[in-house]
């Protein structure tokens, strides 16, 4: 029980009364009078708000949840009893999400229905579990609020921002990818696989035209191909301590998680099989599949990821990704390459290239590229921006060993690295590299 300010209140008439006893002492009849009625109500009051209210209560969420992207919960509420009701409400959600619009307070007269809704924003992926909401109950009179507790138990699931995903379906249906910066290559060669007969159009290659059908309709007639389907795109995702490094809301792996599922939907249009791995604490391995169907299999894989304190053992993550993986494949390696580790990497890739076709998406902090986009104004400046040049220095060092190595690399910001996969691979596949 909560006194309200009508409470309050009339314990402050109360003790006013108790003062004016100190210097009239013939008032003090009078205060006995005024305390025994407050108390009588009060206590009365109390009573009435303890009996059952027959307040219904259910949560209504989504099932599938975005990472960062506000949704909406609604409760449905229900006053079953027979007097009405004033009330707040406080939805107990876990503490990994953000929500706003909490109190709800509206008032249910008695046999009264009504849905309300708050916004909840998930900043953690995983599973989520509500257990109770809390409706603060307002006495008749109201000089009390009485707390009752309503077992409302719902689960939901967190994903990585597909929202991104499905923004990618609708911009490819409008053919405006340009707009996202997702470039189209032109084809150094044709891919393998026939398409369809066309007519002819100027500038089409003379080796295309088929002159069988050319001659049975009497025009030319032009071969068109398709980019080579059924192929396999293998993710190795870092699940090691660099990847917990976090430049805004979202942790680099959550980035990284990002990136994997737009450019996964991606190669899953194109026809090819996407397959998920992990390494760095956890070795987890969802082998290659075709369909666009495949995604959601994917967000089932990794909605529940998260990276550890451990250091990423390259060598053993390639001996294990060449005993489960044995066509040739584009495998993408996504981490964070530091100079400490750049040998041990170079060396497990050159392992790795001989069997596949390998590109390493290396994350870089976007503080770095604040720093040096600000004015140096003092001599602290000066030395920050000095430290973060020789970093920036070694790491310039150590991609340059990579690419000496005929290792394929992209070194982005975490807001960068899915277009920048995809862009990548579409540039493979126009190529024909594998």
């Known amino acids: 029980m909560i006194p309200d300010r009508r409470m309050l209140l009339l314990l402050w008439l109360l003790s006013t009364v108790g003062l004016s006893v100190c210097l009239w002492p013939q008032w003090e009849d009078l205060w006995w009078f005024v305390f025994a009625v407050i108390m009588v109500v009060s206590v009365a009051d109390a009573l009435l708000t303890l009996r059952p209210t027959g307040l219904v209560i259910q949560r209504k969420i989504e099932d599938s949840l975005s990472l960062g992207r506000w949704c909406s919960v609604v409760l449905d509420i229900a006053n079953q009893g027979r007097r009405n009701l004033q009330l707040a409400l ?6 990994t999400v ?31 579990i509500f257990s109770t909401t809390q409706a603060r109950i307002r006495s008749p009179l109201g000089l009390w609020w009485c707390n009752r507790w309503f077992s409302s138990r719902s689960r939901a699931r967190v994903y990585p921002d597909f929202f991104v995903v499905s923004k990618t379906l609708q911009w490819i249906q409008d053919n405006q990818l340009a707009s996202m910066g997702i470039r189209k290559f032109r084809r150094r060669s044709e891919g393998l696989d026939f398409l369809q007969l066309r007519e002819y159009r100027q500038g089409d290659p003379i080796r295309g035209i088929d002159w069988k059908a050319s001659a049975r309709v009497r025009k030319l007639i ?41 450019l996964a939907y991606v190669a899953l249009r194109q026809g090819d099989a996407v397959g998920v791995g992990t390494f760095g604490g956890s070795g987890l391995w ?17 909605y529940e990821l998260h990276p550890n304190n451990d250091v990423p053992d390259y060598d053993q993550a390639v001996m294990q990704l060449l005993s489960q993986q044995k066509k040739r494949a584009l495998i993408i390696v996504i981490t964070n390459v530091q100079d400490a580790n750049c040998g041990e990497l170079i060396s497990a890739l050159n392992t790795l290239r001989r069997h596949h076709l390998v590109l390493l998406a290396s994350l870089r902090e976007q503080v770095i590229d604040d720093v040096l986009q600000e004015d140096v104004d003092n001599f ?17 060092r150590a991609l340059d060993q990579l690419g000496a190595n005929g290792i394929v690399s992209l070194d982005v910001v975490p807001n960068a690295l899915g277009v920048s996969l995809v862009n990548k691979y579409l540039q493979i596949k126009r190529s024909a590299a594998f």
């Not at 406080?90 to 503490?95: G, K, N």
């Open 98 to 128: 953000l929500g706003r619009g909490l109190p709800l307070t509206l008032r249910l007269d008695s046999g009264q229905g009504i849905a309300v809704d708050y916004g909840l924003r998930p900043n953690r992926r995983g599973s989520l």
């Open 90 to 95: 406080y939805d107990h959600h876990p503490e």
């Open 380 to 396: 602290d400046d000066a030395l920050r921006v000095a430290a973060i040049h020789e970093y920036m220095d070694h790491r310039q």
């Open 286 to 302: 969802l082998p290659p599949a075709k369909g666009v169907a495949s995604a959601n299999r994917i967000l089932n894989f990794v």
């Open 222 to 262: 032009s071969r068109e191909y398709q980019d080579d389907r059924d192929q396999q795109v293998v993710f190795l995702i870092d699940c090691g301590w660099s990847m917990r490094t976090q430049d805004d809301e979202l942790p680099h792996f959550d980035h990284s998680l990002n990136a994997l599922l737009l």
